[in-house]
């Protein structure tokens, strides 16, 4: 998530998450957050809005936040509404996991149903296939790297 969506659901001001992101940059290591490129940023305006508008985004490149990042803001920004947030952010994390995992049932459920119909089925079943299959990177290692 961008911090300036995470500064709105937070009602604070995107300049004040930055800033004690900043104080607390310890807290953040890049497993946790990022900061978007030029390139990268430019992409997703133009994706978001279609044109971009002179002077309208601000000049400063946008932090992203992976799931932890997110959960550590909570702890940064310590208000009743920080928590609150984080809380319902949590649970939709929770819920995207849990409809992934769901993909691997539908996935076995099709291939039951694909050993009892014959094969002038087959290109229905493998086109199903393809829209469930969720292509996975490589994870990074998460913690200390020693040589």
């Known amino acids: 998530m961008l911090d300036a969506d995470l500064a709105e659901l937070y009602s604070v001001e995107t300049k004040q998450l930055k800033r004690?992101?900043?104080r607390n940059i310890d807290r953040f290591p890049s497993d946790f957050m990022f900061e978007l490129t030029k390139e990268e940023y430019q992409i997703y305006l133009r994706s978001q809005f279609g044109t971009i508008e002179q002077g309208?985004?601000?000049?400063y490149l946008?932090?992203?936040f992976t799931e932890q990042g997110v959960a550590m803001l909570s702890s940064v920004l310590s208000s009743k509404r920080a928590v609150t947030v984080n809380i319902q952010?949590?649970?939709t994390f929770t819920q995207l996991r849990a409809m992934l995992?769901?993909?691997d049932d539908i996935k076995k459920k099709i291939e039951i149903m694909e050993k009892k119909y014959d094969s002038q089925f087959k290109i229905?079943?493998?086109a199903?296939?393809?829209?469930?299959?969720?292509?996975?990177?490589?994870?990074?290692?998460?913690g200390f790297k020693t040589k």
């Open 20 to 22: 004690q992101v900043k």
């Open 56 to 59: 309208k985004y601000s000049k």
């Open 62 to 64: 946008p932090y992203a």
């Open 89 to 91: 952010i949590m649970r």
């Open 101 to 103: 995992a769901s993909h």
């Open 124 to 126: 229905v079943f493998d």
């Open 128 to 142: 199903i296939k393809q829209l469930i299959e969720v292509k996975s990177k490589p994870k990074s290692v998460i």
